[in-house]
């Protein structure tokens, strides 16, 4: 007895560093992701296994994390807001996809170049704007709702515009590319949903959910140090370029959904969230697109990496901002306790 007890409690200690941990990694995303890179840059045979069926499989593990947190009460958002999902929906697949083929017309960007940003802005919203959109206080409902809508459309949509947009600039597997997100996304959250709804009200799997935001940001570390280990250098000799690229796509991302937010009369928590879902895409899942079916292009790749890491600092950083605006408007408006008081003196 007195054994089990020790083997429980020892249990219970180490599911509580877990759990620290896992909060750690998800409010520091854009931290960890950037020390990932560098330690590959530093170290590459340390993420030299992240390539090929293993690099598949860690981005599985990302999109099986976000279907374990998918219940019926996500759906049902679904169905009550259908007007603000296909807004939502609409600017993901049109703002993106335009913005990158327009930047990358406007700076004459090499093709491959091109093909990944393309890429890129073909892609659905990226998970971790689920944690952007709760850290400043944005719809975290509507922001799970558009990431899950947008991941389902993606097998059809990211394959049809990425051969629309990007097939004068390299060879593009729109069939091949298909079956590849089909298997790597669709797959894993439905799975993750199905898990959900069979076990979501049991103990262990409360207790899952608490550590997988960590998961799914170290499996995020991977990837882009992954790509940081193979084709570092490649990406460091087209450097300035391709951060003028991911920046001017990222920022217009940011600005543009937050205008498409305020066109349509939603809320300020609205605004933030879908500004946060359109700028930052699942440029993990592109990563591994374009090194799955542009394996003849090498920047296309590295431009994606560097879009997984580019934007998940500057979601950081707008969350933090989106963040200390309210707190500042907070402070500014008089509370009802405080007019009490200037009326009465």
């Known amino acids: 007895m007195r054994r089990m007890t020790a083997t429980a409690k020892a249990a219970r200690a180490a599911f509580r560093a877990l759990s620290r941990a896992s909060k750690l990694l998800a409010r520091r995303t854009s931290l960890f992701v ?3 890179a560098a330690a590959a840059f530093w170290r590459p045979g340390a993420f030299a296994w ?12 990302i999109m099986l994390s976000m279907g ?3 219940t019926a009460k996500d759906f049902a958002i679904l169905a009550k807001s259908p007007g603000a999902m296909a807004i939502g929906a609409v600017a993901q697949y049109t703002v993106m996809p335009l913005l990158a083929w327009g930047i990358a017309k406007a700076l004459r960007l090499p093709p491959e170049l091109a093909a990944g940003l393309v890429l890129v802005g073909c892609c659905p ?10 850290l400043c206080k944005g719809d975290v409902a509507y922001s799970v709702g558009m990431t899950a809508v947008s991941t389902l459309l993606a097998p059809l949509a990211t394959p049809f515009l990425t051969a629309l947009l990007a097939n004068a600039q390299v060879e593009v597997d729109a069939v091949g590319m298909f079956k590849s997100i089909l298997w790597l996304t669709l797959l894993p959250v439905a799975a993750g949903g199905a898990a959900n709804a069979l076990f979501g009200r049991t103990r262990g799997f409360a207790a899952l ?5 960590g998961v799914a940001v170290a499996c995020l570390m991977c990837i882009v140090g992954g790509v940081a280990a193979h084709d570092g250098q490649a990406f460091l000799r087209a450097g300035a370029v391709i951060f003028l690229a991911i920046f001017l796509h990222n920022t217009g991302g940011y600005v543009l959904g937050w205008c498409a937010a305020a066109l349509f009369r939603m809320g300020r928590a609205r605004r933030k969230t879908l500004s946060i879902e359109i700028g930052m895409q699942n440029a993990g899942m592109a990563t591994v697109l374009a090194h799955r079916h542009f394996a003849a292009a090498p920047g296309a790749e590295a431009i994606a990496a560097a879009s997984c890491v580019y934007h998940s600092i500057t979601g950081a950083l707008l969350a933090g901002l989106f963040l200390y605006m309210e707190k500042t408007d907070t402070l500014r408006k008089p509370t009802a306790a405080s007019m009490s008081r200037t009326l009465t003196k």
């Open 68 to 70: 374990l947190t998918l």
């Open 50 to 61: 992240v390539k090929g069926d293993a690099q598949s499989a860690v981005l599985g593990l």
């Open 209 to 213: 959910l608490e550590i997988m935001p």
């Open 34 to 36: 950037i020390l990932a």
């Open 125 to 134: 919203g990226g998970v971790s704007s689920n944690v952007m959109s709760f």
